[in-house]
């Protein structure tokens, strides 16, 4: 039944390890302050163990390779994701395992250097995403969004819903892809969006 609170926007908890969430949910009960990881972070037991929401935010800062295992991701309250995710890191990388892809972020993904964040699939699931200058993933958007920057992604993109691209400048070198009720909206003179790969238009009326 064991639950990490941190409700305070005072609270800061640092973790020089490893950090395995396998207790009962956190829905409601991170909510604020900031977690250091330096290790790997796993995710296992109840479906909401690791569910940061409101102003919570976790920082990355490890000076090696640092894994993110989830087993239950999703964007709502009985799964488990982040809210707000900063890489500070000066070596390594931040990856996902083949087994467990899937890394969910409800708010922003901040990466000031940029190029460290690295997991095989990143799901985006605010309505005004923030993302570094450059990341290697593929990235989805399943909930409509408005992009609040300019980046380059090394992978592909998927999207569900309506993307707005906001004015900003996107380039991917993989292929994109709409499905579903997807949809992307380019409605500004200064929107420009590079595919290098293929992309592939199946979703809602453009």
């Not at 479906?47 to 000076?63: E, I, Y």
């Not at 699931?125 to 408005?146: G, I, M, Q, V, W």
């Not at 991917?172 to 997807?182: E, K, L, N, R, V």
């Amino acid at each position: 039944a064991g639950i990490l609170q941190m409700e305070s926007p005072l609270d800061s908890f640092t973790i020089e390890g490893n950090a395995t969430f396998s207790g009962n949910t956190t829905n409601s009960y991170l909510s604020y302050g900031t977690l250091y990881l330096k290790g790997n972070l796993t995710q296992s037991g109840n479906s909401a163990s690791f569910c940061p929401d409101l102003d919570h935010k976790t920082v990355l800062n490890g000076t090696g390779v640092q894994s993110l295992t989830f087993t239950n991701p999703g964007s709502n309250t009985v799964t488990s994701h982040f809210h707000d995710v900063e890489i500070q890191k000066t070596s390594g990388s931040v990856t996902s395992p083949g087994g467990s892809p899937l890394v969910v972020i409800n708010g922003n993904l901040i990466d000031a250097a940029g190029g460290y964040w690295q997991a095989l699939e990143t799901q985006m699931s605010s309505a005004t995403p923030r993302l570094p200058a450059t990341l290697t993933t593929h990235l989805k958007f399943p909930a409509n969004s408005t992009l609040q920057g300019n980046f380059i992604l090394t992978g592909d993109m998927t999207v569900t819903a309506t993307l707005n691209i906001g004015g900003r400048t996107v380039s991917i070198t993989g292929a994109f892809t709409t499905s579903g009720a997807g949809i992307l909206q380019m409605e500004s003179p200064l929107d420009s969006f590079t595919i290098e790969g293929n992309a592939t238009f199946s979703g809602n009326t453009t």
